[in-house]
């Protein structure tokens, strides 16, 4: 299972990275293999959201999964490529497979996040 | 609640399944490679589906055809002797109690019914058969099912029978003898490729599995066990029902569009029903559509009419790996089941506009 030493976590196995002013939103690694074959995204609006609202959609062939946003802000660009490759998600999770980039309106709720290390411990103990 | 495992379980995990609960059975969602890969191999080589859940219910005796014949909507009197074919058990109500396989065999009819239904089907059977001259055995547990379909399976086989597996004409069967295991060969499946259904017991469950498996490695070709999710959308595709999405005891065969699988000329438990929704307006109808905007359509989403009237529901959905489409199958109001009909979809809080299509979707290859 990769993990990306940079990012942040929540509990629901979202990932954030900060990319200069931005921050850069995806599902983690463990979260893709989990729910299993993406065959679509429904992407976020481009509007403000507030921190736990769900705001996306990840569908696997069998099931349908809300992404909550972990940090309250505006979705200021989201991943076109996904519309059409939406299994970018299981094959590259951290990369290419990103969903979102949002522009944080209270950056501080990136400290209630996990850091990669905790997140790591955290499914470890899930398996 | 405590579920059932196949003999296969053990197999299944070392060979990295998703095991889920399906009707009251754990079994394989998917393997490693997932379920849309499992789809193609399908249609374009081998895969092995281990469908034991499904229950065997051997109904024999003097009376036993003209008693069976009542019961269900196909005429079984014209069946020879080893073959088979699709039909559905009905309530007076014309509602379908289960969709069956039934087999023409020397020991008797071989009804092949869904796990779902095991008890149900069983229950009814043996009601009806009170003080009439019929044996009603349920055989499933000591009888192992699998199918293995695709555009290869039938060459495998013959690998293994001398060519005999090819000469079984479509809903026939055949007794062979595959890795000394005795087992009846059934030219039947549900995926809408050529293929086979074989039965036999139930202690020699993987000697059979991995002996196909084994062999395919030997002519070269390449068998891939399929799970559940893989399984529902391979009989998708073609435009087979499923009992609990196109099926149920609400519904009749009429708004399921299966009238072909109801011999009306004999009488059956839910005929005078039938006959009667054929003089008149369906409360509903099954429709096949396409979303024309992009998501997912799932089981038990709303359906709409342009102006926002709700007119239905989604009785399957999912993306169809083969034909590549977000598609389904809905219950609408008869008026809208017209190809070309536009629809709407309630998805979560979005509508996503749809339009009702030709079925099928896969025309089955052997046909």
């Known amino acids: 299972m990769k993990i990306d030493k940079s990012a942040k976590y929540c509990k629901t196995h ?25 065959v679509f995204v429904e992407l976020p609006e481009e509007e403000e959201f507030a921190k736990g609202e769900s705001f996306s959609v990840v569908e696997s062939v069998k099931s349908a999964n809300d992404l909550y946003i972990p940090v309250s802000g505006t979705v200021v660009e ?50 | 609640m405590s579920f059932k495992r196949t003999n296969l379980y053990d197999w299944h995990l070392k060979n990295g399944a998703t095991i889920v609960p399906f009707a009251g059975w754990e079994l394989p969602i998917q393997y490693k490679t997932g ?35 009542g019961l269900v909507t196909a005429d079984l009197t014209k069946l020879d002797m080893g073959n088979s074919t699709y039909s559905l058990m009905c309530l007076p109500s014309g509602g379908v109690i289960d969709d069956l396989f039934i087999y023409r065999l020397a020991k008797g009819w071989m009804v092949v019914v869904n796990a779902s239904n095991l008890e149900k089907d ?92 084994d062999q395919g490695k030997t002519v070269g070709v390449d068998v891939l066990p399929i799970g559940l999710a893989a399984r529902d959308s391979l009989r998708f595709e073609p435009g087979f029902p499923l009992y609990g999405h196109e099926l149920n005891e609400e519904k009749t065969p009429l708004e399921g569009r299966l009238k072909w699988a109801c011999a009306l000329d004999t009488d059956f438990i839910g005929k005078d029903a039938i006959l009667k929704q054929l003089e008149e307006e369906l409360p509903s109808k099954i429709v096949t559509f396409e979303l024309t905007d992009k998501g997912v359509p799932r089981e038990e989403y709303r359906v709409l009419n342009p102006d926002g009237e709700d007119i239905g529901y989604v009785a399957t959905g999912l993306y169809a790996p083969w034909v590549d489409k977000y598609c ?17 979809i309630q998805i979560r809080k979005k509508t996503k506009k749809a339009v009702v299509i030709k079925r099928p979707l896969y025309k089955p290859s052997y046909r």
């Open chain 2, 35 to 69: 379920p849309i890969v499992e789809h193609k191999a399908v249609r374009t080589d081998a895969g092995l589906f281990d469908i034991d859940h499904m229950g065997q219910i051997i109904v024999s005796g003097d009376e036993a055809t003209a008693f069976l014949n």
């Open chain 2, 122 to 213: 069983y229950a009814w059977l043996k009601k009806h058969g009170e003080g009439k001259n019929v044996s009603i055995e349920d055989q499933s547990e000591e009888t192992y099912m699998i199918a293995f379909q695709g555009p290869k399976a039938i060459g495998v086989l013959d690998s293994l029978t001398d060519g005999r597996t090819g000469k079984i004409a479509r809903f026939s069967s055949a007794e062979e003898t595959l890795f000394s295991v005795d087992l009846l060969i059934g030219r039947t499946g549900y995926t809408g490729e050529d293929g086979v259904e074989l039965f036999y017991p139930a202690s020699q469950a993987e000697k059979v599995w991995q002996g196909i498996i």
């Open chain 2, 328 to 344: 389904g199958n809905a219950y609408v109001k008869p008026e809208y089941a017209k190809i070309g009909t536009e629809i709407l």
């Open chain 1, 14 to 38: 979202e990932w954030v990275r900060v990319e200069g002013d931005l921050l850069v939103y995806g599902i983690s690694d463990y979260a893709q293999d989990k729910i299993g074959e993406v």
């Open chain 1, 78 to 127: 989201v991943n076109e490529a996904l519309e059409d490759d939406p299994d970018l998600v299981n094959s590259d999770a951290f990369g290419e497979g990103w969903i979102c980039k949002i522009k944080a309106s209270n950056p501080s709720e990136l400290d209630e996040l996990l850091s990669a290390e905790d997140y790591e411990k955290m499914i470890s103990e899930l398996d």
